[in-house]
């Protein structure tokens, strides 16, 4: 399946698809294939076995035909010798390559990926992916949803070739987190045509009390052959601290924020509203902190 991708860089889209599109055909198009995923592929035990052979030397050959077939640009990554195909995925990005804005109400974004902005409906619904959500069962807190509102809700999608740590966008202190298990749907458009995979799959959630942008809500969302959500054990940040990382795999970052506290670059939101993501990187202006 195609999904279109505005790149702002070069005011040009161009088609992705998504990562083994014939597998995941079969596994969400096919009886036999959600069978498989229900009984053993979504499952934390096969996410785990994956992860152990990534997590081996003898995955270190995968690493160079990874790099040539997605074009990375290694430059902007610290030169090490990799011990595992799982060490180079979440291998770190030399600073410099990643600048932020240095103006305190310039919003920018948590990661290198695939973005999307929605508006958060009056009673707390958002629609992403033509699936309907509510604040509340993303983050399994009908309280802690309350006053978000006609607000904003960013959706970073993080593909197999995107740089998978994430960072955080102001300064402040993690006020709340928590865990909800869940299982390890794909998250893209096939897997959306069948399941709700933001309040299925298994996810981290925080709650960020910040500087400039006040309290906002962030989603970590695992996904297949994600079996490690990694969040580091601070209470306080700065801007451009790394948050954490995820292992292997595509996954998801979802932010909400209240009404009134940002505004997305209007590029970004004719894409979104035209039904493109906006391919971003980690530090890039995306919008403005509004105070």
């Known amino acids: ?82 011990s595992s195909f799982n060490d180079f995925f979440v291998r770190k990005v030399i600073p410099s390559k990643r600048p932020y804005p240095l103006g305190e109400n310039e919003l920018i974004s948590t990661a290198d990926s695939k973005l999307t902005a929605y508006r958060i409906s009056n009673d707390l619904k958002i629609n992403i992916k033509n699936s309907t959500y509510t604040v509340g069962e993303l983050i399994r807190d009908e309280k802690l949803a309350e006053g978000y509102q006609n607000g904003t809700c960013l959706v970073f999608r993080l593909t197999v070739d995107d740089y998978h740590r994430y960072h955080y966008i102001d300064d402040g202190r993690v006020k709340h987190r928590n865990v909800i298990n869940g299982i390890l749907h794909t998250v ?18 925080s709650v960020l009390e910040t500087v400039n942008i006040g309290e906002f809500l962030q989603v970590e969302i695992g996904a297949i052959l994600v079996g490690k959500i990694i969040n580091h054990n601070v209470t306080s940040f700065k801007r451009g601290d790394e948050k954490g990382y ?46």
Do not use: C
């Open 1 to 82: 399946m195609e999904i279109k991708v505005y790149d702002r860089s070069r005011k040009k889209t161009f088609i992705q698809k998504q990562f083994k599109e014939g597998y995941l055909k079969f596994f969400y198009r096919t009886i036999v294939g959600r069978i498989l995923l229900k009984l053993f592929f979504t499952t934390k035990f096969f996410s785990n076995l994956y992860t152990a052979y990534m997590d081996s030397r003898w995955s270190v050959k995968k690493i160079k035909p990874f790099i040539e077939k997605y074009d990375i640009d290694m430059n902007d990554f610290e030169s090490v010798n990799y």
């Open 188 to 205: 893209g458009p096939i897997s959306a045509e069948r399941y709700k995979v933001y309040t299925e799959n298994h996810r981290e959630v």
């Open 246 to 291: 995820f292992s292997f795999g595509g996954s998801t970052i979802v932010q909400m924020f209240k009404e009134g506290a940002i505004k997305v670059d209007a590029d970004i939101l004719e894409a979104s509203k035209n039904g493109f993501e906006t391919q971003v990187r980690m530090g890039e202006k995306i919008g403005d902190i509004i105070k």
